[in-house]
């Protein structure tokens, strides 16, 4: 990862990437990034990746339709979320769905758009710990990531967001 961010250049704005999927913490992410790009002036990009086990199994379209039922899904969840943020804060933010593995095209994105400034997730609150993305992005090797990680811990409320935000 060597992209040089330019988020505060002329022509650039900051942005806070969001990855949104099905815990239920992601909530907290959503709210926290699109409140804190409203008042500073950022954008918010919501970011899915979709990953299918078993892709090979084109016995009969098999895989096909896994796939295509797994976008449908990401795709509404990015619609839920797009709405929400803007409800909150009154920003439309940008969508991006990928697939592959979530860590690995999280990392591709970041490395394609300068303008990502700040990659924001929700902490699980459940006895399991954070979660596999909070534990792999923002675990021992976060010292060489491109750029700053804010974990949301997921039990705030919005008062206690709006107050961080």
């Known amino acids: 990862m060597s992209t040089k ?31 804190r790009a409203a008042r500073t002036g950022g954008r918010l990009v ?19 339709l896994m796939l295509e ?24 933010p940008e969508r991006v769905l990928r697939q592959g593995p ?6 591709k994105y970041i490395d394609e758009d300068e303008d990502i ?11 399991e710990g954070p979660g596999p993305l909070v534990s792999s992005l923002a675990g021992a090797g976060s010292g060489a990531f491109p750029i700053p990680i804010t974990i949301v811990p997921g039990s705030l409320n919005d008062e206690e967001l709006d107050a961080l935000a």
């Open 117 to 127: 400034a700040v990659l924001v997730l929700a902490a699980g609150t459940g006895k």
């Open 102 to 107: 979530k860590a690995d095209e999280i990392l």
């Open 5 to 35: 961010r330019k988020s505060y250049e002329p022509g650039h704005q900051r942005k806070f990437l969001v990855i949104v999927d099905d815990t239920p913490e992601c909530d907290r992410a959503v709210y926290y990034g699109a409140r």
């Open 69 to 92: 039922e797994a976008k449908e899904e990401a795709e509404r969840r990015l619609d839920h979320y797009a709405a929400r943020a803007r409800n909150l804060a009154g920003i439309d």
């Open 46 to 64: 919501l970011f899915a990746a979709i990953q299918v086990g078993e892709m090979n199994q084109q016995w009969l379209g098999v895989g096909d």
